[in-house]
């Protein structure tokens, strides 16, 4: 998912994207899985000391998008001025209250720019990375006119195609989870920043499927709807009982009824769907626990990661 660049009011809250795979962890049947999210487009910030970043996690089956696991993510500055990480774990009612406490996992004073060990066998990353998203801006940009004009955009005025983030750096966080922590079937995974003010928690952001609150104008189009205030279940409102030919409205029927619209427009519907099945809500990073290949041993996930430093000072 990205939506790079779209709070500019604190860089350290702006989530650039959110990322779901299969671990190198675990067995091949039931193997682990990886959480990432980036925040701090173009240049890594760091942490906002005050903010909250929200790993969510629906394993309901089916899918019902509302979280029952919540990784509330902290990073309080100590006297000195230096931050530490704090990780609390959060499950059922607790996992959807921003007010409520959880179990704290990560050990007093976790530092950053190293792999933590928590409680429960997860651990955890994080520090500046080099931003691993590819995109020509110009294509963004014209998909997201087409989809609020219902035009057909002229991608091809746009070769060669280059990397807008090529020489940028963001603040990475990284969990790998065990896979009894969250089971074998399929789940629903989103990301959160939020921050408090005058008592109040306010969600600043909210990541999940690709470039969904980027391309689409929600505020000032049909759904009328605060994208990165909302959450996914909110986002099922407006879904007719037969989404293919059904009335429908809201996020979900802007999503459908614009994209139609382009489909339309480009002349490709004969060309056939595109092969990722879309879930019941674009606010939602649906995957399923994939199996490990069983055919030759891989480098641990963490191991990986940390090998490959921000490339740019």
Not at 282 to 292: C, E, L, M, Q, Y
Request: aromatic share 12%.
């Amino acid at each position: 998912m990205s939506h790079h660049a779209d709070y500019p009011l604190d860089p350290r809250l702006d989530i650039t994207d959110v990322y779901c795979f299969t671990g190198t962890l675990g067995t091949v049947i039931h193997p682990s899985t990886v959480f990432v999210m980036n925040v701090a487009p173009l240049q890594s910030r760091g942490w906002n000391p005050d903010g909250y970043y929200e790993f969510r996690v629906d394993t309901t089956s089916p899918l019902d998008y509302i979280e029952d696991i919540t990784w509330r993510v902290t990073f309080a500055a100590d006297a000195a001025g230096v931050q530490h990480v704090r990780i609390e774990q959060l499950v059922g009612q607790a996992a959807r209250d921003r007010n409520a406490t959880g179990e704290v996992i990560t050990p007093d004073g976790a530092s950053l720019e190293q792999v933590i060990t928590c409680s429960n066998g997860i651990t955890f990353f994080a520090g500046e990375r080099g931003d691993p998203f590819f995109n020509d801006a110009r294509f963004t940009a014209a998909t997201r006119t087409a989809l609020s004009m219902h035009t057909n955009p002229n991608y091809a005025a746009f070769y060669p195609a280059h990397n807008d983030f090529g020489r940028a750096n963001v603040s990475g966080m990284v969990f790998e989870v065990p896979g009894d922590i969250i089971g074998k079937g399929t789940i629903g995974f989103w990301g959160n920043t939020a921050v408090k003010e005058n008592g109040v928690w306010h969600q600043i952001q909210h990541a999940a499927g690709p470039l969904v609150g980027f391309i689409n104008d929600f505020t000032d189009d049909s759904a009328h709807i605060d994208y990165n205030a909302s959450i996914p279940s909110e986002q099922l409102t407006g879904r007719p009982a037969n989404p293919s030919t059904g009335s429908a409205s809201g996020f979900w029927g802007q999503m459908r009824d614009n994209t139609a619209a382009v489909v339309a427009a480009r002349g490709t519907y004969a060309n056939g769907p595109w092969e990722a099945k879309p879930c019941g809500t674009p606010g939602t990073w649906t995957s399923k626990t994939a199996r490990a290949s069983p055919r030759a041993p891989r480098t641990p996930f963490m191991t990986s990661y940390l090998t490959k430093p921000s490339p740019w000072a």
